[in-house]
């Protein structure tokens, strides 16, 4: 077994920060000592086989992100990350492990969707990964399936109210799952947006000749996320299932949530690094990249979609991670490349596939909050790892520094810089939804499991080193 000891950083977690040597032995952490201490009878920077020097740099442990979708089918084509890609990526950014979902739709089984996730991901993935099952279809045979979801190492579930004919479950099959649900201690995680009137209203949009991306976000209105958000605390309140709502993006939903909360309910909500930055205006209306004219706001089109900032949404946002009315921050990683997959909605925005990738950034693009003063260093931590830990039953073995959990850290440089470019970005897109965004901030050094897999600009991991991580229930809920 090799050991490893990073000397000299400020070890950052969610509760504080302290300045210790954090010592790897094999997987596993194994003590936090005084820096250069001689702590354990021996004089631990002589013995260990690898010393990384961290001072003057935080030492935290590695990012969490709950909500991927590699080479997911969706939208007539698919995210165009495979599981080695996108989690080789993710890497660079200093996350150590991803939640992806597998796949059930309507007429199909839910043992052959999680079969099928775990043949795309086994053998393939960079860090370590655990799945959400998507129940896109509610019938007697799933709603049976989700009885075996605990012993499975899947112990949330998402449902949509969008996507008509694609996804979505109409409100008695998400009663019905709810109810399994709370019977179960699953979490349910819902994407929130009235899809059917949504469609209504894209429709007539392209009726009236209004088919260039930016249009998605008008026909995607915050009233449809409003009013479904609603909707799923309502249900989840009747049947007494924890809820998660998933890639937060209205003001007004958020404070659906808060209401919910503040009257007791276990209700909880993520967002995105794309609602706290983009918006409506600058991003989906964006005409200035030439070879795309008016299509170029396309490489945003996701959903829940990019708001206003005229409407104030993303400062909201921010304020509503400070207040823990929102309690992580995910990517929904779902990318698709311009050419060949974005392009199928040339002319008709209801065509375009819905998606962004950020996986490779969300550690960085979340450390400019504490840059701003937006976020504390602690927040930060908690957000991007320690809350999705807990949360998704993982606690313990990741989202902390401490004896006993694995050795997933990265040492984080904050007088380091990164730019990001398609040119230097490591995930599978021809384009890049944050190009030309400069961090202060760099991911120096990844450990995985206790092994280094990024070593200042050298990938030393390989395919396989990730392994399934089999959940527990959310510790949120017990
Ligand atoms: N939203 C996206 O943007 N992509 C994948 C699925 C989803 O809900
Ligand atoms: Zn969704
Ligand atoms: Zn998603």
């Known amino acids: 077994m090799t050991t490893t000891l990073i000397t000299g950083g400020t070890v950052v977690s969610a509760t504080g920060r302290t300045q210790a040597d954090v010592l790897i032995d094999g997987e596993k952490i194994v003590a936090l000592v005084s820096p250069g201490s001689a702590a354990l009878g021996a004089d631990l920077s002589a013995t260990a086989d690898t010393v990384i020097d961290a001072t003057g740099k935080y030492v935290i442990p590695g990012g969490i992100d709950a909500h991927t979708h590699f080479e997911l089918p969706f939208g007539g084509t698919e995210a165009s990350d495979t599981f080695e890609s996108g989690t080789r990526a993710a890497a660079w950014g200093g996350t150590t492990t991803v939640i992806d979902f597998a796949v059930q739709t309507a007429g199909t089984r839910v043992q052959d969707g999680l079969a099928t996730w775990h043949q795309k991901a086994a053998g393939n993935c960079a860090i370590d990964y655990g799945f959400h099952q998507i129940v896109g279809g509610v019938d007697e045979d799933s709603l049976k399936a989700m009885e075996g979801f605990v012993s499975e190492g899947i112990t949330s579930y998402k449902m949509f109210m969008a996507y008509p004919g694609v996804f979505l479950s109409d409100d008695g099959q998400i009663l019905r799952a709810m109810q399994k649900a709370a019977d179960l201690g699953l979490l349910t995680m819902m994407h929130a ?29 915050w009233q449809m996320e409003e009013e479904a958000t609603h909707r799923a605390i309502m249900l989840a309140n009747l049947t007494g299932a924890p809820l998660y709502v998933v890639h937060v993006s ?121 840059v701003t003063g937006e976020l504390s260093l602690e927040r930060w931590v908690e957000l991007t790892s320690t809350t999705p830990a807990r949360m998704f039953g993982m606690y313990g073995q ?39 965004y400069q961090i202060d901030g760099h991911v120096d050094t990844v450990i995985s499991r206790g092994k280094v897999i990024i070593d200042g600009n050298q990938y030393l991991g390989a395919k396989g080193d990730g392994r399934f991580i089999k959940r527990g229930l959310s510790q949120y809920l017990i």
């Open 193 to 221: 947006e009235n899809g059917p009137a949504i469609d209504v209203l894209a429709e007539q949009l392209v009726a009236q000749g209004k088919t260039d991306p930016y249009y998605h976000g008008i026909a995607r209105a």
């Open 250 to 370: 209205a003001k007004q939903a958020v404070e659906q949530l808060a209401w919910a909360r503040d009257k007791g309910q276990n209700v909880f909500g993520e967002t995105c690094p794309q609602y706290l930055y983009l918006s409506l205006e600058d991003q989906l209306g964006a005409t200035g990249d030439p070879t795309w004219g008016n299509f170029e706001g396309a490489k945003w089109v996701c959903s829940t979609p990019l708001r206003s900032r005229a409407e104030g949404h993303q400062d909201h946002m921010w304020q509503a991670l400070r207040t823990n009315d929102l309690q992580m921050v995910s990517t929904d990683h779902c990318p698709f490349c311009m050419k060949g997959q974005k392009d199928l909605g040339v002319g008709d925005f209801r065509k375009i596939p819905n998606g962004i990738g950020t996986v490779e950034h969300r550690m960085d693009l979340m450390y400019q909050g504490v």
């Open 398 to 436: 990741k989202g902390v520094i401490a004896p006993g959990a694995d050795g997933d850290v990265v040492v984080y440089n904050p007088n380091g810089r990164t730019s990001i470019s398609v040119d230097t970005h490591h995930m599978n897109m021809d384009h890049s939804a944050w190009e030309g």
